[in-house]
């Protein structure tokens, strides 16, 4: 091989599978059984152990490289102002969970402080999540309604409405937390792998919808009971308009100001980042603004304003959860566990892959797994990590998970020191702080014009979780948008792009013979190429775009040949035909009819055509005798590319060996072609006198293919090449009349630096220069 400039030279030699495997020796590699995975599995040794424990405890790692002069004071920093945010957080998202507000500051101390220890992302703040708290709403209140009586649940008994919410909360996040630990332990973090960013921003703006609509009651002062399952919005939103006239001027005007004022500081804080050592912690301020003006003026009595109320001091003793609400929440805590881990691995992958260290999934998972549990014994609802308080960890600086910790130092000296200074809170303010929150996830609507300009099919995703979330909820919503995405998946793999190859001039690739003008096909060569994995879902589909690209169905041309050899040999035993030197004779005088027999039987019309007990072979491109008919086929080599087939399944590896022995009206052959279309192509084009070639196909398909006893004397090894090139050479060598036919390009590369006549040429360019092949 010789590199000059721009170009390449190579010579070698024209190789199939078979006589590249006979010259170049392969290297052995034992494969590993099932049980040498689980030996491997279970040993255990020193270094493994020591492996084990870092993985398990990630603080070691980073906490060792920690530069205390240069990353403390950062820490500190961003630890105090990411705490605030949190106080104010946990308290407004504790709203959307329909518990009372403290319980939030719960949320966002015990999971930070195991994830401290247990958590591989340095960046990201854990504790409540929007979205987590909305699902762990809908599930409350479906068991302790607003209106009416709580679900029938043993250990209900004695407890206040409050109670008993607190109490369905902790224990479905408990349930949560066991689903993430089971998870990472049996690693199987690459679920979350299935959700891909169109449908989890599909999903998230349909919570930020739903999250808007369970704000509005708090921002008007009105009193909604809580809802949950299928068009549960609509629902609330007819409560909402039906009591409008009930609206408290007080709470939308405070409302308003804060919301106002919140965004557009936001805005000031996004535009000038650069020049600002920290964001201006707004939200903060403006909820100690509104404090002191609602304690001054006394809004709870003055305009009935409803306030955050008596926060207790302390934390309250741990709880064990409740067995009965496992069984009657199990199902919509499966998409919780899922959904609080997806956000969280995504916004920690962003920070990761920006600050330049890895994090582990399964790790990740195992985290919050036993975050969520220690949380949930001690009262707090199933945390994630919200982007907003995420953003101002990193943005103020923050290097490790020590910012975190200080974070929630700060709520905890707040629950036992100076919660009570927050008593008379409007809740307004914290709907209003959740509604601005909400800015970055309603702004993805954005996403659909792009998406529907680049590609349809995640649009259709998109649109398709957005609005199965908004109608039927958060957990049915989940599970339908990603019902839709992998029928998505699905549809592009059974119904792909096929296409029919030319060589392009003067080189040795080959590609779409609709995009460009000056090709190359030879005479009676079809080039196929399969841009998919060949299974059970897609064969039919392969083999009808198949026979559209070659221009006949190879069954039809064999039952027509096989038909009109049975004619023959009746012609010939009854004296209607003779033999002659010169071919075929027609010796009768009147016409000539088939007879019903020679349509009865027709399992031998799909075998192979048999010339034995004729004179001579039939020429079937000829003028047959006795008038004969039967369609020409021009096609002498069929070449199909493999590159993109990564797999073939049991029903596909059937489809190309099957031989169709059954009658073509019995139910047993029905079952045959409906899962062995594409392999028994192979033998229905060879049964026709065309050669089919298969190229850079896969090596572990041609094991399959070896192991499950593919070949036999119709199949042969000796069909597969390394290259497509390779393949059409072979094809022209064989077949020499294809390049002897006039053409004015004369040439086409046969080993790079050596050519080969070439045939027939389709060149849509008609004023192109006569072009000469370079290296």
Same mark, same amino acid.
């Given at each position: 091989?010789?590199?000059?400039?721009?170009?390449?030279?190579?010579?070698?030699?024209?190789?199939?599978?078979?006589?590249?495997?006979?010259?170049?020796?392969?290297?052995?590699?034992?494969?590993?059984?099932?049980?040498?995975?689980?030996?491997?599995?279970?040993?255990?040794?020193?270094?493994?152990?020591?492996?084990?424990?870092?993985?398990?405890?990630?603080?070691?790692?980073?906490?060792?490289?920690?530069?205390?002069?240069?990353?403390?004071?950062?820490?500190? +920093?961003?630890?105090?102002?990411?705490?605030?945010? &949190? +106080?104010?957080?946990?308290?407004?998202?504790?709203?959307?969970?329909?518990?009372?507000?403290?319980?939030?500051? !719960?949320?966002?101390?015990? @999971?930070?402080?195991?994830?401290?220890?247990?958590? /591989?992302?340095?960046?990201?703040?854990?504790?409540?999540?929007?979205?987590?708290?909305?699902?762990?709403?809908?599930?409350?209140?479906?068991?302790? @309604?607003?209106? $009416?009586?709580?679900?029938?649940?043993?250990?209900?008994?004695?407890? /206040?409405?409050?109670?008993?919410?607190?109490?369905?909360?902790?224990?479905?996040?408990?349930?949560?937390?066991?689903?993430?630990?089971?998870?990472?332990?049996?690693?199987?973090? =690459?679920?979350?792998?299935?959700?891909?960013?169109?449908?989890?921003?599909?999903?998230?703006?349909?919570?930020?919808?739903h999250i808007l609509v369970s704000q509005l009651k708090f921002v008007l002062g009105l009193q909604v009971p809580g809802m949950s399952g299928p068009l549960s919005i609509i629902y609330t939103l007819e409560v909402i308009f039906s009591k409008i006239e009930s609206t408290n001027v007080c709470d939308v005007v405070i409302s308003l100001v804060i919301m106002v004022v919140v965004f557009i500081v936001k805005e000031l804080n996004d535009r000038f980042k650069a020049k600002l050592p920290v964001p201006i912690p707004i939200e903060v301020i403006m909820t100690v603004i509104a404090c002191g003006v609602s304690y001054a003026f006394d809004f709870r009595t003055?305009?009935?304003?409803?306030?955050?109320?008596?926060?207790? %001091?302390?934390?309250?003793? @741990?709880?064990?959860?409740?067995?009965? #609400?496992?069984?009657?929440? &199990?199902?919509?805590?499966?998409?919780?566990?899922?959904?609080?881990?997806?956000?969280?691995?995504?916004?920690? %992958?962003?920070?990761?892959?920006?600050?330049?260290?890895?994090?582990? $999934?399964?790790?990740?998972?195992?985290?919050?797994?036993?975050?969520?549990? =220690?949380?949930?014994?001690? %009262?707090?609802?199933?945390?994630?990590?919200?982007?907003?308080?995420?953003?101002?960890?990193?943005?103020?600086?923050?290097?490790?998970?020590?910012?975190?910790?200080?974070?929630?130092?700060?709520?905890?000296?707040?629950?036992?020191?100076?919660?009570?200074?927050?008593?008379?809170?409007?809740?307004?303010?914290?709907?209003?702080?959740?509604?601005?929150?909400? %800015?970055?996830?309603?702004?993805?609507?954005?996403?659909?014009?792009?998406?529907?300009?680049?590609?349809?099919?995640?649009?259709?995703?998109?649109?398709?979780?957005?609005?199965?979330?908004?109608?039927?909820?958060?957990?049915?919503?989940?599970?339908?948008?990603?019902?839709?995405?992998?029928?998505?998946?699905?549809?592009?793999?059974?119904?792909?792009?096929?296409?029919?190859?030319?060589?392009?001039?003067?080189?040795?690739?080959?590609?779409?013979?609709?995009?460009?003008?000056?090709?190359?096909?030879?005479?009676?060569?079809?080039? !196929?190429?399969?841009?998919?994995?060949? =299974?059970?879902?897609?064969?039919?589909?392969?083999?009808?775009?198949?026979?559209?690209?070659?221009? =006949?169905?190879?069954?039809?041309?064999?039952?027509?040949?096989?038909?009109?050899?049975?004619?023959?040999?009746?012609?010939?035993?009854?004296?209607?035909?003779?033999? /002659?030197?010169?071919?075929?004779?027609?010796?009768?005088?009147?016409? #000539?009819?088939?007879?019903?027999?020679?349509?009865s039987n027709t399992e031998e019309l799909d075998l192979p055509a048999n010339f034995k007990d004729l004179p001579a072979r039939v020429d079937w491109n000829a003028e047959l005798p006795a008038n004969i008919v039967v369609p020409r086929v021009d096609l002498h080599s069929l070449v199909l590319d493999f590159a993109a087939v990564s797999f073939l399944d049991i029903s596909a590896l059937k489809g190309l060996k099957a031989v169709s022995s059954f009658s073509s009206m019995s139910f047993e052959r029905l079952l045959i072609v409906r899962s062995s279309h594409l392999l028994q192509a192979l033998k229905e084009f060879i049964r026709v006198e065309v050669d089919?070639?298969?190229?850079?196909?896969?090596?572990?398909?041609?094991?399959?293919?070896?192991?499950?006893?593919?070949?036999?004397?119709?199949?042969?090894?000796?069909?597969?090449?390394?290259?497509?090139?390779?393949?059409?050479?072979?094809?022209?060598?064989?077949? @020499?009349?294809?390049?002897?036919?006039?053409?004015?390009?004369?040439?086409?590369?046969?080993?790079?630096?050596?050519?080969?006549?070439?045939?027939?040429?389709?060149?849509?360019?008609?004023?192109?220069?006569?072009?000469?092949?370079?290296?």
């Open positions: 091989m010789q590199a000059t400039g721009d170009q390449y030279l190579v010579a070698r030699s024209l190789y199939s599978e078979e006589s590249f495997a006979e010259e170049h020796k392969k290297v052995y590699r034992h494969r590993k059984t099932a049980l040498d995975h689980v030996k491997q599995y279970f040993t255990c040794d020193a270094r493994r152990a020591k492996n084990a424990v870092l993985s398990l405890l990630p603080i070691i790692g980073w906490i060792k490289i920690y530069r205390i002069k240069e990353w403390l004071l950062s820490d500190i +920093v961003s630890g105090v102002s990411t705490g605030l945010v &949190a +106080v104010l957080q946990g308290l407004a998202y504790c709203l959307l969970a329909s518990l009372p507000p403290w319980y939030g500051l !719960f949320s966002a101390f015990f @999971p930070v402080v195991i994830y401290f220890f247990l958590g /591989t992302s340095r960046h990201i703040s854990v504790g409540p999540f929007p979205v987590l708290c909305l699902m762990i709403g809908s599930v409350v209140t479906r068991l302790v @309604p607003d209106e $009416g009586p709580a679900v029938n649940i043993t250990g209900f008994e004695g407890l /206040t409405m409050d109670e008993q919410r607190v109490l369905v909360a902790s224990s479905v996040t408990f349930l949560v937390g066991i689903m993430q630990l089971a998870m990472g332990v049996l690693q199987v973090g =690459f679920v979350v792998m299935y959700l891909s960013d169109t449908l989890v921003s599909g999903f998230t703006t349909a919570a930020a919808i003055k305009y009935k304003i409803d306030v955050v109320g008596h926060i207790p %001091k302390g934390y309250e003793p @741990p709880m064990a959860p409740n067995l009965h #609400i496992f069984q009657e929440t &199990a199902v919509e805590a499966f998409p919780m566990a899922i959904v609080g881990f997806a956000v969280a691995f995504s916004v920690a %992958k962003v920070y990761s892959v920006k600050h330049d260290y890895t994090i582990d $999934g399964n790790q990740e998972l195992i985290a919050f797994g036993v975050s969520n549990i =220690f949380g949930a014994s001690f %009262k707090s609802f199933a945390s994630s990590t919200a982007l907003s308080r995420s953003a101002v960890q990193e943005s103020t600086g923050g290097k490790t998970q020590i910012a975190g910790l200080l974070s929630a130092i700060i709520v905890m000296i707040v629950t036992l020191a100076i919660g009570f200074l927050l008593d008379p809170l409007p809740k307004s303010v914290l709907g209003a702080v959740v509604i601005v929150n909400l %800015k970055g996830m309603l702004m993805q609507f954005r996403e659909v014009p792009y998406l529907w300009r680049r590609d349809k099919s995640d649009c259709i995703v998109w649109l398709g979780t957005c609005i199965a979330a908004i109608l039927l909820g958060l957990d049915l919503g989940l599970a339908a948008g990603l019902g839709v995405e992998l029928l998505s998946v699905v549809l592009r793999a059974q119904f792909p792009r096929c296409s029919v190859l030319a060589n392009i001039h003067g080189t040795d690739l080959y590609k779409d013979r609709k995009d460009y003008v000056d090709i190359y096909e030879p005479e009676g060569v079809k080039i !196929f190429r399969i841009p998919s994995p060949i =299974f059970f879902a897609n064969i039919e589909f392969f083999r009808s775009k198949l026979v559209e690209a070659v221009g =006949f169905n190879p069954l039809r041309i064999l039952r027509k040949r096989n038909k009109a050899l049975r004619l023959i040999r009746k012609l010939l035993k009854k004296g209607y035909l003779q033999w /002659t030197s010169n071919g075929f004779l027609n010796t009768s005088c009147g016409p #000539i009819n088939e007879s019903v027999e020679f349509e089919v070639y298969i190229v850079a196909c896969d090596p572990y398909i041609l094991d399959k293919l070896h192991q499950c006893s593919f070949f036999d004397d119709e199949v042969q090894p000796s069909i597969f090449f390394l290259t497509l090139h390779d393949a059409v050479l072979h094809i022209l060598n064989k077949h @020499p009349e294809c390049s002897q036919k006039k053409s004015r390009y004369d040439k086409i590369p046969t080993m790079v630096t050596v050519h080969h006549p070439m045939g027939s040429l389709r060149n849509r360019d008609k004023n192109a220069a006569d072009p000469e092949t370079k290296f």
